[in-house]
């Protein structure tokens, strides 16, 4: 059964080389408009940046540049060598500097091969990573995007028809568990970090607030949680079981601010499809939040798998598959933008 979603091709099906290069992973992936996914690989950057607690981009662009290639061949043999119409890169938002090595590296391969180019919105791969699953939503639907640097309620209804919900207004959340981990002393990346130290600790030991949850609208806000954390820290006597139930109750606040937000988001606009994706998207406790408010709510679950919640090239080249009629023949420069708002982005003509 082709479970593909709905491609827009201009002559024969699609056979798409993705490459993502926007902030520490290092990713191809080829992705068939007729067969699905081919073949994906990943390189990820975490020791690497490790010792300096957080992103340093100029290594990250320096270890783009040894990786790309290699995984590019690799994910070429591993799919079997297939006839590529097209390659799909991250154009934007990332780090200016690891962008352009994943602009150069299609440029470079477009002209080499004769293959038209397209530059891919990040975001939108994200937002479209749970049709890369065997049983994919159907538009519309409702996204919460939670990524590193973004948490966005967003309605999908199309491709390349976005329309932003909610945002927050300072830190998102990954960024809230980075500097979680940070105050506690845990390495990097703080998500899973602090995920591990919360399973050993009582989540309901700090009533850390719920932001903007006693208020309309569906932004959010961690900063104020982010204080609460701190002070928690300092009030405590250091020792490991501290530490453990400050981490859950943490992830707790975050995780019931989230659910009822995206509750609140489903009943407002009447979407019956609730998708979830994004680095933070991978975190069990909110998968299972989630799913018991489905399962109370009555609207319909959809996950990327946790590979795919991450930055991936998978979701890149799906995104090129399904803009297929917007490559254009003829040698193109390296494009890349730090900033790309995602209300920019249009549907295929």
Not at 151 to 163: K, M, P, S
Request: glycine share 10%; net charge negative; aromatic share 6%.
């Amino acid at each position: 059964m082709n479970n593909t979603p709905e491609l827009r091709t201009l002559q024969r099906p699609s056979i798409i080389l993705g490459i993502e290069s926007s902030c520490d992973e290092s990713a191809a992936a080829i992705y068939s408009g007729e067969s699905g996914l081919l073949a994906h690989a990943l390189h990820s950057q975490v020791d690497l940046h490790a010792e300096y607690g957080g992103v340093v981009p100029e290594l990250a662009s320096r270890d783009h540049i040894r990786k790309l290639l290699p995984l590019i061949d690799h994910v070429r043999a591993e799919a079997g060598h297939p006839a590529l119409t097209g390659i799909a890169y991250t154009r934007g938002p990332g780090l200016m500097g690891a962008l352009l090595v994943g602009a150069s590296v299609a440029a470079g391969l477009g002209m080499s091969l004769s293959l038209p180019v397209l530059g891919v919105h990040h975001m939108e791969g994200h937002l479209l990573s749970p049709l890369l699953e065997e049983n994919p939503p159907a538009f519309p639907y409702l996204a919460l995007l939670v990524s590193g640097g973004h948490t966005l309620l967003v309605a999908v209804d199309g491709l390349g028809r976005y329309r932003q919900l909610g945002r927050s207004v300072d830190d998102a959340v990954g960024e809230a568990f980075d500097k979680t981990a940070k105050m506690l002393g845990l390495g990097y990346p703080g998500g899973p970090a602090v995920a591990a130290l919360a399973a050993q600790g009582d989540p309901a030991a700090h009533h850390f607030p719920r932001p903007m949850l006693n208020r309309p609208g569906l932004d959010f806000s961690f900063s104020g949680l982010k204080t609460a954390v701190m002070l928690a820290i300092k009030a405590g006597d250091g020792s490991p079981q501290a530490a453990a139930d400050i981490a859950a109750s943490f992830q707790q606040a975050v995780i019931d601010t989230l659910v009822a937000k995206c509750a609140r988001a489903i009943r407002e606009t009447g979407f019956q499809r609730l998708v979830v994706a994004g680095g933070v998207g991978a975190n069990a406790g909110l998968r299972a939040a989630l799913a018991e408010r489905a399962a109370q709510d009555s609207f319909a679950l959809h996950f990327p798998r946790p590979e795919f919640c991450t930055d991936n090239a998978a979701m890149i080249a799906l995104a090129g598959a399904m803009r297929a009629s917007e490559f254009t023949a003829g040698i193109v420069g390296a494009e890349a933008v730090a900033r790309w708002p995602l209300e920019d982005l249009a549907a295929p003509v």
